[in-house]
C-alpha cells in the first residue's frame, strides 16, 4: 500500500485518540468518523500503517498502561481495571491473563518484588535499551569472540 | 572496540521476526528467551554476517513514547541501504508493506520509507553513482 501524506496523519491521529480513555468512549466506526475515514477502509488502512488493527491497538496500549500501574502505584486490581478504562473486573482479569501469562493481581505481586526503588519499574518486566543482554547465557556471547 | 550490535524496538517480537526475516529478507542469528521476552537478532545475507540487529521489546513506556513520537513525525529509526532500490521497493510492495511515498532521488541518494509493521518507519536508501 502506498499511503499519502494527508492519510498518515489522520492515521497517526486516529492511533492517539486509540490511547485516550473517556467516560463516553469513541466506537471505532466514530473514531474512523472523527478522522475522516470510512469505517471499513479505516480498520484497512490502520492495519496496513501499524501492523495491529484499531481494536486490539485500544486493548493492547491500556493493558500496556494497567502492567504500569499495577507495578508501580498502591492501586487495587479494581482501580487499575477502572482507570485503563475496562468496565468489567471479569473481562479486564481474562483479557490480561490471556496476553500477559498471569493474572493482575500475580504481575502486582510479582512486580512489587522486584522494585527495588519505590516508583521505578522493574528491568525484568519493562527492559529496554539492549538491559536483556546482561541476562542472555554465556553462550550467546560465542559468535562474537569467533567474529573477532 | 567494533560496531558489532545495533537494535531496534518492536511493538510485538514473533511477528517482528516474521517480517524481518520472512518480508525483508534477513537471516535470523540469535533466539534466546529471556523472562517473558526474547534476545532475538538478524542479519543482512548481503552482509556483513557479524553485524546484528537486535529487534528489542518495546516493553518500557520510554521507549515507547520515543517509538510513537517518532513515527508521528514521520522519522525514520533506522536506514537499510539497497543495492537496486527500485526493485526492492517493488518486491517489497507486492509483499503488502506499506510505503509512504515512492523512491524518490533527495540530493546524493534515492529513498523510500515505509513501515515495518512494529511501530517503525525505516528509510531505504541506494546512494547514487559516484
Not at chain 1, 519499574?121 to 559468535?143: I, K, W
Not at chain 2, 525514520?76 to 517489497?92: D, H, K, N, V
Request: charged letters at 25%; a neutral charge.
Amino acid at each position: 500500500m502506498l499511503l499519502r501524506d494527508d492519510a498518515f496523519r489522520r492515521l497517526c491521529r486516529a492511533r492517539e485518540l486509540l490511547v485516550e480513555v473517556h467516560e463516553d468512549e469513541l466506537s471505532i466506526r466514530e473514531l474512523a468518523r472523527e478522522v475522516q475515514i470510512s469505517p471499513y477502509h479505516f480498520i484497512r488502512v490502520f492495519e496496513a500503517l501499524f501492523g495491529i488493527t484499531p481494536h486490539q491497538f485500544r486493548i493492547q496500549s491500556r493493558l500496556d498502561r494497567a502492567r504500569i500501574l499495577l507495578a508501580t502505584g498502591r492501586h487495587t486490581v479494581t482501580d487499575v481495571c477502572m482507570e485503563v478504562g475496562f468496565s468489567s473486573l471479569g473481562s479486564f482479569s481474562d483479557l490480561f491473563a490471556r496476553r500477559v501469562t498471569i493474572t493482575p493481581s500475580a504481575f502486582q505481586r510479582r512486580a512489587r518484588v522486584m522494585v527495588q526503588v519505590p516508583g521505578t519499574l522493574p528491568t525484568e518486566l519493562f527492559p529496554g535499551c539492549l538491559n536483556l543482554m546482561a541476562r542472555l547465557p554465556a553462550s550467546a556471547f560465542r559468535n562474537f569472540r569467533e567474529a573477532s | 572496540m567494533r560496531i558489532k550490535l545495533t537494535s531496534i524496538m518492536v511493538d510485538d517480537q514473533e511477528k517482528a521476526l516474521k517480517f524481518y526475516t520472512e518480508v525483508l529478507g534477513f537471516r535470523k542469528k540469535h533466539d534466546f528467551p529471556v523472562g517473558e521476552y526474547r534476545w532475538i537478532t538478524v542479519v543482512s545475507p548481503e552482509g556483513p554476517d557479524d553485524l546484528e540487529l537486535a529487534l528489542e521489546p518495546n516493553a518500557n513506556p520510554a521507549g515507547k513514547t520515543f517509538q510513537q513520537a517518532m513515527f508521528a513525525q514521520k522519522i525514520p529509526i533506522a536506514a537499510f541501504e539497497a543495492t537496486e532500490i527500485q526493485r526492492e521497493y517493488s518486491r517489497l510492495r507486492a509483499l503488502n508493506v506499506t510505503f509512504l511515498g515512492e523512491p524518490t532521488a533527495v540530493g546524493p541518494v534515492t529513498i523510500a520509507i515505509f513501515s515495518d509493521g512494529c511501530g517503525n518507519l525505516i528509510q531505504l536508501y541506494q546512494p547514487a553513482n559516484p
